[in-house]
């Protein structure tokens, strides 16, 4: 028998999953709605048997290094892949479970508007067939989100839900949400992130890499706003002191490719005398050693020249006039590494030499079996001055380190030294600057993301905006009702929690709505937590159990058995058909050719028969696919020519259906006929041969006669 007090309620959000039982004060679980796969490691041994489980779920994902691996169970709000929904649904009921002893609940989860009965038959099979659960029902975030805020007494609103994929516009009156004026905007929370991402990228492309998906996801929740007016809004902007007040400053993680050494000014001094100690020290060395090979000489003339060295030395220290500090030391910096890099050559060729089977020592011994030949002709040797430098070849590796070298290396480094502590401190004054390279500075952008709900053709696409949207809704019903409506308006989803949306949609219903009119915006108390906290109310309900498809029930009537209430909408149809009913039409066969899919649907007293709908899993895509096959098969010499996009064209423009299959095959062997019917189409394939143009044959037909017929 069911119980409700155990029983597990699942908001099972597009953008985070909330989990708890009946009797939670909160959700139990919190999780964003991912998965990822890991590579595996090469270096552990695959036979080894771990209990560490190959997927991470939710924030156990490092989505910015994993992004490239990341997966999910939805398509926009739709659950279409139920193998990653088994991995979430795994490490829910682990982590509820207190071990073995633990036993399936019965399960309230919530699902999109119009949820194809597909997908909710696969949440059947997986709930009931794997995990064993006693019972599920179902229902929808937004209905449970007003359930719980709405009084006693209120059975019409217009529900605005704004979420992750997208935003719905749904009509309550009565208390029954009327199914066929819903309506949805392809538009929600990842869109406007996604574009804020791209403007960042546009306007800062030296840090792309830093602006990742997380950092730009933090930035909109934390900084983005609706503005009441956006053109206006957009004029303050330019306005420099309205900038400079308002400009939101996001300063990225940076590494500075110099190490600041804060040196007080004693160690600096200290340093400095070393520096000369060392210098007086080295040029008294080589003043003795000169003097030793001259033979000696008066001490007085010594001590002059080393007075005339030292102010010589002290001297060197500066650029000659004329010449900036930074081009000098950038000069003395670059003679410094050349004789560095000769250096280092020369120690290179020594070491070779050494080597047998180098081949700077094969080329050395190939000369000196040359030279050592016993070949008798006309010796012309040195007739040519290049043919001395064969013995440069042979005593290369007896070259050393020249001592003017060396004191030339010597003196460089002691000017490097010498101007070091200067550059540091330039350093220290700088770093600040640096900071300010690797800053945001997110403007404009904190308007232009949430703007879309509003204007969605910033972005290319074709729909409507949520004002528009609105104002539709109102005018398919009569004015007695739209002003129910219009008098509880009621805002939920994640989206809502944006700040400035209640005053825009004050602003715009002033404008859409009739002088004189009433209305009243109503805020969810928690906009991202009260779907759940809606769902855990409603299987507290005395009468609960009536709604929940038991497991005998399950095997009884099939997997895509439901039960409906006023939370749930019977199941997804096609509205833009239901639209064009006539008035006095109740019965209907309703034929719908989808791109993947084509449905039989049988309608009877206004009603679906939902158990007698028919699916043909076939479409367009699966036409176009066959027409692309046979002509790559016809051309095989075109196969780069004939492409999926001019397969298409072809499909869309010239392809028809005949009244009697068999018989138009037997007009096409007729060669009047088929002469008749073709039509020679050109097809450019410069990309192959620029001077060479290949042609199709394909059948025209009189496409509108084939209608006729048809």
């Given at each position: 028998m069911l119980s409700n007090e155990n029983i597990i309620v699942i908001d099972n959000g597009s953008y985070k999953c909330r989990v708890g039982y009946s009797d939670s004060d909160k959700p139990i679980l919190e999780f964003r709605n991912l998965i990822a796969k890991p590579r595996k490691d090469k270096r552990k041994d695959p036979n080894s048997q771990t209990n560490e489980n190959i997927y991470q779920i939710g924030d156990e994902i490092d989505v910015d290094a994993m992004r490239l691996l990341i997966k999910n169970q939805f398509e926009r709000n739709v659950v279409t892949h139920p193998i990653y929904q088994e991995h979430i649904f795994d490490s829910i009921f682990n982590k509820l479970g207190t071990g073995n002893d633990w036993k399936p609940f019965p399960v309230l989860i919530t699902e999109p508007l119009a949820n194809p009965t597909y997908c909710r038959q696969t949440l059947n099979e997986l709930l009931f067939e794997c995990y064993e659960v006693p019972a599920v029902s179902y229902g929808i975030?937004?209905?449970?989100?007003w359930h719980r805020n709405k009084h006693?007494?209120?059975?019409?609103?217009?529900?605005?839900?704004?979420?992750?994929?997208?935003?719905?516009?749904?009509?309550v009156l009565g208390g029954q949400l009327k199914h066929k004026h819903i309506r949805r905007l392809n538009l929600g929370g990842y869109e406007m992130v996604s574009y804020l991402f791209r403007l960042l990228q546009m306007k800062y492309p030296a840090h792309l890499n830093a602006i990742t998906l997380t950092r730009t996801e933090s930035i909109f929740h934390n900084h983005s706003f609706i503005v009441r007016d956006y053109i206006e809004e957009l004029k303050r902007w330019n306005n420099i002191d309205y900038y400079?007040?308002?400009?939101?400053?996001?300063?990225?993680?940076?590494?500075q490719s110099f190490t600041i050494n804060t040196?007080?000014?004693?160690?600096?001094?200290?340093?400095?005398k070393e520096i000369a100690k060392r210098l007086i020290e080295a040029n008294q060395k080589r003043?003795?050693?000169?003097?030793?090979?001259?033979?000696?000489?008066?001490?007085?003339?010594?001590?002059?020249?080393?007075?005339s060295n030292r102010?010589?030395?002290i001297k060197s220290y500066q650029p000659p006039s004329g010449v900036s500090l930074a081009d000098w030391l950038y000069d003395i910096k670059r003679k410094h590494e050349e004789l560095l890099q000769k250096k280092t050559f020369r120690s290179k060729k020594r070491q070779e030499m050494v080597k047998r089977h180098t081949l700077a020592s094969q080329e050395r011994m190939r000369i000196i079996s040359l030279l050592a030949s016993d070949e008798k002709g006309t010796d012309e040797f040195g007739k040519d001055d290049r043919d001395w430098d064969v013995y440069k070849k042979i005593s290369f590796?007896?070259?050393?380190?020249?001592?003017?070298?060396?004191?030339?290396?010597?003196?460089y480094e002691n000017i490097l030294k010498h101007h070091q502590a200067n550059i540091i401190e330039h350093q220290q004054n700088c770093a600040e600057n640096t900071a300010e390279l690797y800053q945001l500075h997110v403007g404009v952008e904190c308007i232009r993301a949430p703007e879309l709900l509003f204007q969605p053709s910033m972005i290319g696409m074709s729909e409507t905006g949520l004002a528009e949207l609105i104002n539709f809704v109102f005018n398919a019903f009569p004015l007695e009702k739209q002003q129910k409506l219009a008098g509880n308006i009621f805002i939920t989803g994640g989206c809502s929690q944006l700040p400035g949306l209640k005053n825009r949609l004050l602003k715009e219903l002033q404008e859409m709505r009739p002088s004189k009119s009433i209305f009243s915006i109503k805020e969810s108390q928690i906009p991202s937590l009260d779907g759940w906290f809606g769902a855990r109310d409603f299987v507290n309900l005395n009468d609960w159990t009536k709604y929940f498809v038991t497991k005998l029930e399950y095997d009884e009537n099939g997997p895509e058995y439901f039960k409906e209430y006023s939370l749930v909408p019977p199941v997804s149809y096609d509205i833009g058909s239901m639209a064009r009913w006539h008035a006095y039409e109740n019965n209907a066969l309703i034929l719908s050719l989808g791109y993947h899919t084509t449905h039989v649907m049988p309608i009877l007293g206004g009603q679906l028969i939902y158990k007698h709908i028919r699916r043909l899993n076939l479409g367009g895509n699966e036409m176009v696919s066959y027409l692309f096959r046979?002509?790559?098969?016809?051309?095989?010499?075109?196969?780069?020519?004939v492409t999926l996009t001019r397969t298409e064209s072809i499909f869309n423009n010239h392809s028809f259906i005949v009244r009697d299959y068999i018989e138009e095959l037997k007009r096409w062997n007729n060669i009047d006929y088929c002469s008749e019917m073709l039509n020679v189409k050109n097809v450019n394939t410069a990309a192959l041969c620029s001077t060479i143009h290949n042609q199709l044959y394909l059948s025209r037909g009189n496409l509108e006669e084939a209608k006729r017929n048809y």
């Open positions: 975030d937004s209905m449970f989100s006693a007494y209120e059975n019409n609103a217009l529900i605005l839900s704004l979420g992750y994929h997208t935003t719905h516009v749904m009509p400079n007040e308002n400009v939101k400053k996001i300063q990225l993680p940076y590494v040196i007080s000014a004693e160690e600096k001094l200290k340093k400095r003043l003795k050693e000169k003097r030793e090979e001259n033979g000696g000489g008066p001490s007085g003339a010594l001590s002059n020249n080393v007075v102010s010589r030395s590796e007896n070259e050393s380190d020249s001592e003017t070298e060396n004191e030339k290396l010597m003196e046979l002509l790559q098969m016809k051309y095989p010499t075109h196969l780069n020519a």
